[in-house]
T-cell receptor
């Protein structure tokens, strides 16, 4: 079973600060996705990265896929209270399995 | 434009009872998935289906049964509910046409409590 380790599990920072969330595995994934989940709702896809070393930007959010396709990071610049939520990384197995392998998530709270 | 819906949203049942969670999508996506979300475990795949009448086990299938007679529906049945099946259950769908960039669309979830 492939595992994705996310860190930190919980993060509470002040508005305007920067932060980075990490997603690491000992296994190679064909692609890595980042989701955001609000309370009482299902996860919503933010981004997919598929190429080793790929960097994608979504406004103040920067996503990076490691060169070996085993790890990824999410960096938020100048965090805002609206960024509060549960951030999940998920890997797609290139070996034939059809579901996503999720990390346990990072609970992010941005205080005004 | 309903997208993907789940019912019921909340369910309380007793140990040993049979419970069916419903999932319906309006996009005609070929793939559908069931996940459970638990504190300390994150989201884990229970079953998935590549098309009508084709289903396969995920990471945690024990105690669950699925069927898919129609493309748009993918019910999940707990044949004899146990307390360890208390969880939030999410259904998802995907058209699987984008390869490694496929997007899974999640329903709002069903919060199930087994007493």
């Amino acid at each position: 079973t492939q595992l994705l380790e996310q860190s930190p599990q919980f993060l509470s920072i002040q508005e305007g600060e920067n932060l980075t969330v990490y997603c690491n595995s000992s296994s190679v994934f064909s692609s890595l996705q980042w989701y955001r989940q609000e309370p009482g709702e299902g996860p919503v896809l933010l981004v997919t990265v598929v190429t080793g070393g790929e960097v994608k930007k979504l406004k103040r959010l920067t996503f990076q896929f490691g060169d070996a396709r085993k790890d990824s990071s999410l960096h938020i610049t100048a965090a805002q209270p609206g960024d509060t939520g549960l951030y999940l990384c998920a890997g797609l197995d290139g070996g034939g399995a059809d579901g996503l392998t999720f990390g346990k998530g990072t609970h992010l709270i941005i205080q005004p | 434009d309903a997208g993907i819906t789940q019912s019921p949203r909340y369910k309380i049942t007793e140990t040993g009872r049979q419970v069916t969670l419903m999932c319906h999508q309006t996009w005609s996506h070929s793939y559908m998935f069931w996940y459970r979300q638990d504190l300390g475990h994150g989201l884990r795949l229970i079953y998935y289906s590549a098309a009508a009448d084709i289903t396969d086990k995920g990471e945690v299938p024990d105690g669950y049964v699925v069927s898919r007679s129609k493309t748009e529906n993918f019910p999940l049945t707990l044949e004899s509910a146990t307390r360890s099946q208390t969880s939030v259950y999410f259904c998802a769908s995907s058209d699987r046409t984008s390869g490694r960039r496929d997007t899974q669309y999640f329903g709002p979830g069903t919060r199930l409590t087994v007493l």
